[in-house]
């Protein structure tokens, strides 16, 4: 046999969490630097110089890829996933233990096979018999819906281009196993390896997949990084199971935005649409409360008003805590320090503890002024009026500075009744339109102040 064709077979240490590959056990991966994630497995090598390869064409000649999108029926994926699943496309769904994964694929499964279209649900975790059972209960059985429970990536490959669905869904990518690799279902390997094979399948056959997978503890998907980097499109599955609203977020998405999101309300029937989300948000907010203000977010291209919440309560203890729920931590300290130097308030001796009402999670700029009014409303025991909102970005310096956006932020505090709007200076001067609503610019924290309470 020639060497150059030899198959060799060799063990190594690979990290469960990284994809660091070893030629010996450590105890630390080298890699992320988690302890003792270095497991031993069987690679095998194959060293071949021969193949063929396709030959470039000029771009312009290049096949289109302005093909039609499949509408899910269900608005709210439709808008993470840009307006519909990609032909060829592979979309990996991710989220802790029970957030509703499973449920959400058997109503967007339910709604494709509704338009005469056959779809393939393959599962590796549960018996035909449980999934029946469950999409009895959400009124997800469809004529073109059809079940498999395997693992072998070969046989699901062969069963879908035999079947020629159109949209093949597995659940999940952590239970299938490549009949060649000798590691357990759910290591690197494996993961790796049955991901970039479903990934041929779809783009050579122009088959979408949508691949569900686990998360670790740290909220990030189990499995190599390279995962994500694989597949087309990344969506999270996030919300707090004691609260009913579920959060589907795009990480990554090749054919559109990255920044829309998606809720959800988590009922007897399933999971349901929430078209209109500020009004869920802020239905039980208290009125004229001190610590309470209402900040208008925008996810993407959809604004969404949620209520802020802060408490400042004095503290016998050494060092006063800073605790902060759907909201950056570090940026909640850094604002204190901000509000004391620039805004003149004593939160030295405080605990400070802050929440974003409805399990929402707010990243952007134009929380701070949100953040600010509410802890000097809980510190000074004043009340913002229950008809006014917020929002800027506040700066080092006290400086109330300019976001983005401001236009649809306006109109949805209209369209909900709110009379004032308290935002950045740079953005009423560079409003072009009258609103229907009182505006109140503010350039600094003692114009804030003033005001948020008058």
């Known amino acids: ?10 063990p190594v240490y690979l990290c469960q969490q990284c994809g660091h590959q070893s030629g010996k056990w450590l105890g630390r991966c080298p890699g992320c630097g988690e302890w003792e994630s270095l497991v031993e497995e069987i690679v095998d090598i ?12 000029p771009l312009a000649l290049a096949p289109d890829g302005d093909e039609e999108r499949i509408g899910t029926g269900i608005e709210e994926l439709d808008r993470v996933l840009g307006g519909g ?22 109503h967007l499964l339910a709604a494709i096979a509704s338009q005469n279209r056959k779809v393939l649900y393959v599962s590796g975790e549960e018996s035909a018999r449980q999934i029946k059972m469950r999409a009895r209960r959400l009124d997800a059985i469809r004529a073109d819906e059809f079940l498999a429970t395997e693992n072998e990536v070969a046989h699901i490959i062969a069963m ?11 659940d999940s990518i952590q239970t299938l196993v490549c009949g060649e690799l000798a590691s357990s279902p759910g290591s690197v390997s494996q993961v790796r390896e049955s991901a970039y094979r479903l990934l041929g399948m779809a783009k050579k056959e122009n088959i979408p997949v949508i691949l569900v997978g686990h998360v670790t503890k740290d909220g990030a998907i189990a499995g190599p990084k390279v995962l994500e980097h694989m597949v087309d499109t990344v969506l999270y599955f996030e919300g707090d199971r004691s609260h009913a609203f579920r959060i589907l977020r795009t990480v990554k998405n090749r054919f559109g935005s990255t920044n829309e999101i998606g809720v959800f309300e988590m009922k007897e029937e399933g999971l349901v649409q929430v078209s ?4 869920i948000f802020l239905a039980e907010r208290p009125l004229n409360e001190p610590g309470s203000v209402v900040l208008p977010s925008v996810e993407g291209t959809r ?14 203890l050494g060092t006063a805590r800073r605790t902060a729920i759907g909201a950056d931590q570090q940026r909640l300290s850094l604002l204190c320090a901000v509000l004391e130097k ?3 308030l004593d939160l030295y001796g405080h605990d400070i503890f802050l929440n974003i009402a409805g399990g929402m999670r707010i990243d952007e700029p134009a929380l701070d002024l949100g953040v600010i009014s509410a802890l000097a409303s809980s510190l000074l025991e004043k009340p913002i009026s229950s008809t006014t909102v917020v929002c800027g970005e506040v700066g080092l310096a006290g400086e109330v500075r300019a976001i983005g956006h401001v236009d649809v932020r306006i109109r949805e505090a209209q369209r909900l009744g709110f009379t004032r709007f308290v935002l950045p200076a740079g953005n009423k001067e560079r409003l072009t339109w009258k609103p229907d609503i009182e505006l109140v610019g503010v ?12």
């Open 1 to 10: 046999m020639n060497s150059t064709n030899k198959k060799q077979r060799r």
């Open 46 to 57: 194959h060293h071949s110089t021969k193949g063929t390869f396709l030959q470039p064409v």
């Open 85 to 106: 699943i990609v032909p060829g496309s592979v979309v990996l769904i991710g989220g802790e233990p029970g957030i509703g994964k499973s449920t959400l694929l058997l």
């Open 160 to 170: 879908t281009c035999a079947m020629r669905p159109s949209l093949l869904a597995v």
């Open 276 to 279: 209109n989300p500020s009004e």
């Open 303 to 316: 604004p969404i008003l949620v209520e802020v919440q802060a408490l400042v309560s004095p503290t016998n």
């Open 342 to 344: 620039k805004g003149g």
């Open 443 to 454: 350039a600094n924290l003692q114009q804030v102040l003033q005001g948020i309470f008058r």
